[in-house]
């Protein structure tokens, strides 16, 4: 199916895009890179010390390596359903991501 | 008697001069750096171009609750607050902080809501424990609030705006074509 290829490409296009902007922001200033990228201090250091191999490896899966950071789905859509909204969307969003979890773990932080 | 260090006293400068930069009025740089008043009023005057200005900073805490400041200083505070907890040191993330809620708050019409003497002045409220932050019941977002309020079914400013929010704002932006359009037609 030439559908489900062109997804695959574009996915590990993505996936490689994100490993090498999050490198150069973690060695351009690692403290504002964890703020913006959301990352745990392991991370971090994992994602600043990879070789160019390994970050084809890491791209080359047929899996996003990078999703959403919202924790729940609910926070998100008041923010951008407000009835009453009065161009704060962007405001609100950045507020609510700005206190998001920057923990280590997708199965420890499952609550 | 030690002699103060070249290497930290340049630091002091540096740091100095981006408060300088972002608009710190004297009184905060003179609080956050160990260098001399007189030095910093003629490093002010260099990097501005103009003499300090004079007078007190704002004390009231009450201007951090009034609406868009309110949310303004809400999207800073927490954005201080996870640069504080990521990089441990306060100046530091608190420049680096105001910095990225820049990049919100002048995208909307230029105008920057939260100044850095009066982000500064927030940081220190809540410090002394005068403001603190208070959960939203709608979205969950933490926003700044006076000590000791009542946390019970807060809603924030965003989710429930009070009725005549941004209404002054708006009026601004018309007004100029009002204006022409009451203008006599002879001068077309």
């Known amino acids: 199916m030439p559908h489900t290829n062109s997804y695959l490409a574009d996915i590990q296009e993505l996936n490689l895009s994100y490993l090498l902007l999050a490198q150069n922001m973690l060695r351009k200033d690692r403290d504002v890179a964890i703020f913006r990228l959301k ?38 859509s008041k923010a951008l359903d407000n009835s009453r909204e009065l161009g704060m969307v962007e405001i609100h969003t950045s507020l609510l991501m700005a206190a998001a979890d920057r923990s280590d773990g997708m199965l420890s932080n499952g609550v | 008697m030690s002699e103060k260090s070249l290497v930290t006293e340049m630091q002091q400068v540096q740091l100095a001069i981006e408060l300088i930069q972002l608009g710190a009025r004297l009184q905060v740089v003179e609080t956050e750096t160990s260098l001399t008043r007189g030095r910093l009023i003629r490093l002010y005057k260099e990097v501005r171009g103009a003499p300090p200005p ?21 999207l800073f505070y927490n954005i201080y607050r996870s640069m504080l907890e990521i990089g441990g040191h306060r100046i530091d993330a608190f420049i680096k902080a105001y910095r990225l809620y820049m990049e919100h708050a002048s995208d909307a019409d230029g105008e920057r809501v939260l100044g850095l003497t009066r982000a500064w002045t927030l940081v220190r409220f809540v410090e002394n424990g005068m ?16 000590s000791y309020s009542p946390t019970q079914n807060y809603v924030c400013g965003i989710c429930q705006p009070p009725s005549r929010a941004g209404k002054t704002l708006k009026k601004r932006d018309i007004e100029p074509d009002n204006l022409d359009s009451l203008r006599p037609a002879s001068q077309g």
Do not use: Y
């Open chain 1, 39 to 76: 990352l745990s201090e392991n991370m971090a250091d994992l994602l600043t010390g990879l070789s160019s191999k390994q970050m084809t490896q890491l791209s080359r899966v047929n899996q996003l390596i990078c999703r959403p950071i919202f924790e729940e789905a609910d926070r998100i």
């Open chain 2, 131 to 146: 403001l603190e932050q208070i959960r939203c019941s709608c979205c969950s977002g933490e926003f700044i609030t006076h």
């Open chain 2, 54 to 74: 004079k007078g007190m900073l704002p004390f009231s805490t009450d201007w951090f609750i009034t609406w868009l400041p309110n949310i303004h200083s809400s």
